[in-house]
């Protein structure tokens, strides 16, 4: 199921989606309600609570093929401390002087920046584009700032620090229009947060199989997830919680400054119906997106075969053209 769309129409047990003039571009879904209980059948499964080691994938993920895999270590004013992130650079990057669109990349819960680079193809994906990706540690802290440590304010580390670093010590195009974020499960919750808070800093947006229940009650469903849920948002019915929640901040939204969103979950993901409610949240309130519904579970298979057309968008929303790596191998073929 693909919708690319900001109005969803229910009729006759099918999900027709339309486009703003009213055409129907998308159909053939048995009819469900995406406003049913969002916290169904997690347990076990949010952001692959561990990721996977090489061991468990079930092939062989290939060596870098764009210029530069590299770490950075720097220090972060929010949270008062060195932290890392992972940056792939473009085919070329070394040899010239070009600036390049950026894309921020999140991991899910228990993971950290290292995750997209050692358990998908992201490299190799990444060469057809003239981009930089940069990959943060996010911790388990759901990307906002704690409402019990003051110290651990993790969305102002994404949005202030990382950014000023990347943009300071890369030749990264410092402006909206090329600046793009995404993330997987918690990361995906996280893309979609920094999105609906700071409209005017990106041009993209994406979430595969987003954790959009992160404030809302995950934790009544998988304890183990209580300690890193009440430490980044506080007691239940907290300032936090409410400022963080996905539902209130696209119904506050203007649909006129929100970028467009890409948005892809798996048809047997726990999470499908919280993507599906969010989905009908974007679509009630007039947001400009795009979602997919492909065969798949959480996980890092399902993460993995999204990222060729979460990226293939992304190149179409941020005008890049392709790499000469990309040009050369479509014109081989």
């Given amino acids: ?86 940056v792939i650079l473009p085919v070329g990057y070394r040899a010239g002087q ?52 003051p110290t651990d304010r993790y969305a102002d580390y994404v949005l202030d620090d990382v950014i000023e670093d990347v943009d300071s010590h890369y030749r990264a195009t410092a402006d909206p229009q090329h600046r793009a974020i995404a993330g997987l499960s918690m990361g995906g919750y996280g893309a979609l947060l920094f999105t609906l808070r700071r409209p005017t800093l990106f041009g993209f947006a994406a979430s595969i199989s987003g954790a959009f229940s992160g404030p809302s009650g995950i934790d009544e469903v998988m304890p183990q997830l209580k300690p890193s849920i009440d430490q980044a948002y506080g007691s239940s019915g907290s300032a936090t919680r409410k400022e963080n929640d996905l539902d209130s901040l696209i119904a506050a939204a203007d649909p006129r400054t929100i970028p467009y969103l890409f948005i892809e979950c798996g048809t047997a993901d726990p999470l499908l119906p919280s993507n599906r409610h969010l989905v009908a949240e974007l679509s ?50």
């Fill in 98 to 149: 070009q600036h390049y669109s950026v894309l921020y990349l999140l991991h899910g819960w228990h993971g950290d920046e290292t995750d997209w680079v050692k358990l998908t193809h992201l490299t190799e994906v990444a060469a057809r584009y003239q981009l930089i990706i940069v990959t943060p540690r996010g911790g388990n802290s759901w990307y906002v700032n704690s409402a019990t440590n």
């Fill in 284 to 333: 009630e309130y007039k947001l400009q997106y795009e979602y997919h519904e492909l065969p798949g579970n959480h996980t890092w298979s399902f993460w993995d075969n999204s990222l060729s057309p979460m990226l293939a968008e992304l190149a179409r929303q941020l005008h890049l053209p392709p790499t000469a790596f990309a040009a050369h191998a479509s014109s081989s073929h």
């Fill in 1 to 86: 199921m693909r919708f690319r769309s900001n109005h969803l129409v229910r009729w006759n047990y099918r999900w027709l989606c339309c486009d703003s003039a009213n055409r129907i571009i998308a159909a053939n879904e048995r009819i469900m309600c995406f406003r049913s209980p969002v916290l169904i059948a997690l347990a076990g499964m949010l952001a692959a609570a561990a990721p996977p080691s090489r061991s468990q994938q079930s092939g062989t993920v290939p060596p870098a093929v764009t210029d530069t895999v590299e770490q950075r270590i720097f220090y972060s004013t929010s949270l008062q401390r060195e932290m890392p992130y992972e």
